[in-house]
């Protein structure tokens, strides 16, 4: 593993400062969120030549395009801009991010021997979704590293076990609290109801699994397939963890979104478990993990915080330049979020992330009580169809440079999947509809 340079040390640095102003701005004791944002960028700005240049390339253009149009809102518009706040836009969904990846110091602790016996076939394909995808909920993108690399001990990952592995995690989008797509749209639309998202984006992800199931059975013969088999104790963390959050919302903290428990919450547990061993072993891994892993964050943390810039720049221009009232749609209904899920989801085959999409789509829509929550589904179930096609995604990205297969490759084979995921997404959308009135 490539030594950290102390430029990328700093820059870990700030970003753990970045989340501890992030949850002191809870306390409402002090106001933080200019600070939040100004470390997470001076850190994108010091990791900014790490960026795999795809992802640089990106990340550049939507921030020169926000800049872009904050400028011509004010020097042509006329249009007040707040530029202290300019970079505030998903600052606090980067830092959520910062926050989860805590979860990891605590991750080998509850993995080691809880693979159980060896599975093989369709069982075996099944189980891999299923333990990425339930693990995941909590884990994120490190679960695909945990479970792949238990796998590829057996020998190099085949093309239905890392469909599998892209496919568990993506559809966690549909419903997990956990993820960056539900931070985003909780960001975007605060008014949002969540259990009406879960109702309906649980069952749809469970069949992302029966359909990954099939279709690999049917494309490939699985008869030497290792599968990941999930032990109960594999999910006592997650369960634990999505209980807290559950209790702090509805007792303890009930004035905080689940985005801001997240936040403060998993780095408090794992800090907490790792007492058990002493402060001094706690703050080595604590400045392990500053140093390491959240400098390895750089492209996600860049991506959305540009994103956040593009939101807020293309948001104030159309204020500006058509008034406050215009809005795309006059109503979002049913017919409406279908051709925006089409219009986020095609964009993702082009190389655009989802967050892109729903950003923009959010900064044109004045959405109306259960309009955003329609609005909501339509980012999640967009983020889990695109996240799993689009070859520039993270999940893509980062089973490429893990273990070598091409995001394109991974496209290709997930083209299928993508089509009737889309299709049982749309007929969802209409069902969420009906429920919101």
């Known amino acids: 593993m490539q030594e950290t340079t102390s430029r990328q040390r700093l820059a870990g640095v700030l970003i753990l400062l970045g989340l501890i102003a992030q949850i002191i701005g809870f306390t409402g004791l002090l106001g933080t969120a200019h600070a939040v944002s100004y470390l997470l960028w001076v850190a994108v700005l010091l990791l900014w030549r790490d960026i795999p240049r795809r992802s640089r390339a990106q990340a550049g253009v939507l921030m020169a395009l926000g800049t872009l149009m904050l400028l011509v809102a004010r020097f042509v518009y006329g249009a007040e801009v707040d530029w202290p706040a300019m970079l505030q836009g998903n600052a606090f969904v980067a830092a959520m991010l910062v926050g989860v990846s805590f979860i990891s110091l605590i991750g080998k602790q509850g993995t080691k021997g809880a693979t159980g016996q060896r599975v093989t076939g369709a069982g075996g394909i099944?189980?891999?979704?299923?333990?990425?995808?339930?693990?995941g909920t909590i884990l994120n993108?490190?679960?695909?590293?945990?479970?792949?690399?238990?796998?590829?001990?057996?020998?190099?990952?085949?093309?239905?076990?890392?469909?599998?592995?892209?496919r568990g995690l993506s559809s966690a989008a549909l419903w997990s609290p956990f993820f960056a797509s539900m931070a985003v749209v909780i960001a975007l639309v605060p008014d949002v109801q969540y259990a009406q998202i879960a109702v309906v984006g649980f069952p749809m992800a469970m069949l992302s699994g029966l359909l990954t199931t099939l279709e690999l059975r049917r494309r490939f013969d699985l008869t030497e397939v290792d599968g990941f088999s999930l032990s109960?104790?594999?999910?006592?963390?997650?369960?634990?963890?999505?209980?807290?959050?559950?209790?702090?919302?509805?007792?303890?903290?009930?004035?905080?979104?689940?985005?801001?428990?997240i936040t403060f919450l998993l780095p408090g547990v794992a800090v907490l478990?790792?007492?058990?061993?002493?402060?001094?072993?706690?703050?080595?891994?604590?400045?392990?993990?500053?140093?390491?892993?959240?400098?390895?964050?750089?492209?996600?943390?860049?991506?959305?915080?540009?994103?956040?810039?593009?939101?807020?720049?293309?948001?104030?221009?159309?204020?500006?330049?058509?008034?406050?009232?215009?809005?795309?749609?006059?109503?979002?209904?049913?017919?409406?979020?279908?051709?925006?899920?089409?219009?986020?989801?095609?964009?993702?085959?082009?190389?655009?992330?989802?967050?892109i999409g729903v950003s923009v789509l959010a900064s044109i829509l004045n959405l109306q009580n259960g309009e955003q929550?329609?609005?909501?589904?339509?980012?999640?179930?967009?983020?889990?169809?695109g996240t799993s096609v689009?070859?520039?995604?993270?999940?893509?990205?980062?089973?490429?440079?893990?273990?070598?297969?091409?995001?394109?490759?991974?496209?290709?084979?997930?083209?299928?999947?993508?089509?009737?995921?889309?299709?049982?997404?749309?007929?969802?959308?209409?069902?969420?509809?009906?429920?919101?009135?």
Do not use: C
């Open 141 to 166: 993108l490190s679960t695909v590293f945990m479970v792949g690399d238990k796998l590829a001990r057996r020998g190099p990952l085949t093309t239905p076990q890392l469909l599998a592995l892209n």
């Open 126 to 135: 099944l189980r891999t979704w299923l333990g990425v995808h339930f693990l």
């Open 373 to 385: 929550t329609l609005f909501a589904f339509v980012a999640v179930s967009s983020w889990a169809v």
């Open 273 to 355: 478990s790792n007492l058990r061993d002493g402060p001094r072993f706690t703050l080595r891994r604590i400045r392990q993990h500053t140093t390491t892993r959240l400098p390895a964050m750089r492209g996600e943390i860049s991506l959305f915080l540009a994103a956040g810039l593009l939101t807020i720049g293309l948001s104030t221009l159309v204020s500006a330049a058509a008034g406050s009232e215009w809005t795309l749609f006059t109503r979002f209904g049913a017919p409406q979020a279908m051709i925006s899920f089409a219009t986020i989801t095609l964009s993702a085959l082009v190389g655009l992330h989802p967050i």
């Open 390 to 437: 689009g070859p520039l995604s993270g999940i893509n990205l980062s089973l490429q440079g893990r273990y070598g297969v091409s995001g394109y490759r991974m496209m290709k084979n997930n083209l299928l999947y993508a089509a009737v995921m889309s299709l049982l997404s749309l007929v969802a959308i209409a069902g969420v509809s009906y429920i919101v009135g």
């Open 232 to 261: 109960p104790r594999s999910l006592l963390m997650p369960v634990g963890m999505a209980a807290l959050v559950m209790l702090f919302h509805f007792w303890l903290t009930p004035s905080l979104t689940i985005v801001s428990i």
